[in-house]
């Protein structure tokens, strides 16, 4: 008895008998549209019916995504009236702006802190200034740092999440083979490269087999480093810094680095590094004994690096002519709620709720960080496993730490200072060539980028304004 | 016209229309778009902003553009003739009646199948400067040409040396060849045999065979692949980008047109500055593009005419 189906004739063509499927290939056909039509439909938590459904993209995955899942799924228990669905979403920075921009956003997102201005300028955020202080979400509950960060032309733009700042990692086993006391970090930029050149070891051939330092290991902060040596990229108004003298030095810095251990060495011990999150990882196996990292090392240490892997951390030494010590850069997850959010009050809650110390700790000590938060739990000091915890902490309540360079421009410049660098760092170009033609280009990029601000300003401030007002 | 006629012709026009829609509004209005765009300061988020030839005068005064611009060129005027040379070469090979011919022909079309993600993760191990395959390989006789100069010749880094990394491109590009090999070997059954055997009367070696049978009559073949090599290598985009790993290679030497393009709309959001490479590059390949053809009126032989 052949099944009743909907008239496939159109599909199926003139030798299909009529609303009947009589041969194999019929039924492939059948099966194949019915698993498409099952794959496109979103499967429905059942506990998100009768509940307002809010739409959360966050780019972690791993072990990451796993303690966002876990604080979402809190949230989603601790009431009845919201339901927060959580899609992970790569290349998240390009995508919110594309959904954006079509009229089609989550209604929250994670973010790294540092789009923060260039989506702000872009329209791209809804102003958090009045739900956050009618929410008891205030400025004095935060390390003044992730605060600040958080701020764009005089608003509130999101809150964060989980923090990090950067410290200096050193591998202890390599500091007692090289004859250093591996319980004393180098204090000084001077003292570091002394450092490097004991631990630095080079094979017969002339070729890199071990090297102390360098900085394009993991080179993530070179856009950040000048603040080591008392350098700020931008005023903060309208113009580039790179000709100061700290940006100088800087530069001079990175220009000594082929002239000790050769360019092409070098590169040729980078082609050799292995994935950060891999056994492979350079400070894992010994190939670089010193590199600046973030809180999160630790957990990657426990992952992949050898069961006896001794390493120490400490503040990043800082260059001589700098006074300010202990000197970090600080960034943060940080939640955003985006200008055409479908259910903003709603999405408004869920940050409250990661807000608050228990889910914030919760989420913090699930990703291995500390906590934005000025105020932490005995609990989660006596239960946090990361054996450095107390100099992140340090640095992170330091007054000379700093907010992870924001510049409108910020795309832009990072790409450029990574290729300039990289050309000093491989000797074809003087650190004065890379100074000045990375200050000449991205003065222009800037130039341009407040260009676009100043036709649009009035507008936006009269906008946010108006979100503001209407805040429900 | 017969109601038939009529019936069948709106069926045809039916059957034309998804593609005719699909034409108006992802080829036609893009393109439409994309030059009011160049004209603009357009950040994506807010509407455009009419700024004249602004982006076109930004364009000539940026020397990154220009690298891009000269790295795209260079990558093509390497790609497409070693590209055509060696899969003319091994279509020639692959039409000789050998054993197993089938199972050979198989073997260097499988790589074109790769997808092009694995193809690029791949070939970063294979152009691994300390681990790499190619490197292995090149360890011994580099070794050897070492020691009869008295020197050490040490294999190149091909990722990280600016002087390589577009030969490591090329490189790359080549394990894909089986698709233009296969185009080869049917235009090559298509020359008949009876000239060979004329020209073996008139007593020609294999080389005079090749050079003057063969090649005149695989002109039209060579002719729409170099079209294509043309258009292909102008867009190179997916393998030197994941290569990179998103950036632009040492020194910016795996910068090409299309990534620089992409950085400028989806990273930097200078839509309109974007729209403006993108129109240069697509006048670039047009005008490339009629070379070569003005270039086939007079150097490709069609035989039936």
Redesign the interface.
Known sequence: MPLRTPDLHFLLGARVGRGTIKSPEQWLLVLFLGLGWAGCSPGEDPRARGRVVVEYWEKWTAYEGDAIAAVVEDFNRSQDRIFVRRLTVSKM??KL??A??GKNPPDVAGLWNTYLP?YVE???LLPLDRWASESGLREENYLPVFWEMCRHRGHLWALPTTPSVTALHWNKKIFREAGLDPEQPPRTLAELERFNETITRKKP?G?LDRIGHMPQEPGWWMRDFNRWFGGKVWDGESRLLLDSEPNRRFFAWLESYPRRFGG?AM??????FGNFASPENPFFTGKVAMVMHGVWLDNFIRNYAPPDFDYGAAPFPTDEANPAFPVSVAEADILVIPAGSRHPREAMEFIRYVQSPPAMEKLCLLMKKFTPLRDVSPAFLRNHPHPYLRVFLQLARSPRTVPILNLP?F??YS??I??NV??VL?G?LTGEEGRTRLQG?QQK?LD?KL??WR??AAGRESTWCRELAETP | MTPGDRQRQRQGLGFLLPWLVGFLFFSVYPLVASLWFSLCDYSVLAPPVFLGTKNFTDMAQDPVFWQALRNTLLFASAAIPLGTALSIGLAVLLNQPIRARGFFRTVFFLPSLVPVISLAILWQWVLNGQMGLLNTLLAYPLRWVGEILGTSCPPPDWLNDPLFAQWGLVFTGLWGTGHAVVIYLAGLQEIPAELYEAAELDGTNAWQRFWHVTLPLLSPVIFFNVIMGVIGTLQTFAVPFILTGGGDGPGRSLLFIATYIYQHAFRYWNMGYACSLALFLFALIALLTYWVVRLGETRVHYAGR
């Open positions: 920075d390009q702006i594309l954006t921009s260039a872009n329209n791209a051939d070729s092409p590169d040729r011990l980078r082609g050799g421009s795309n832009e790409n450029d990574e290729a990289n050309e491989r074809s280009r990029a341009d260009a676009r036709r649009v």
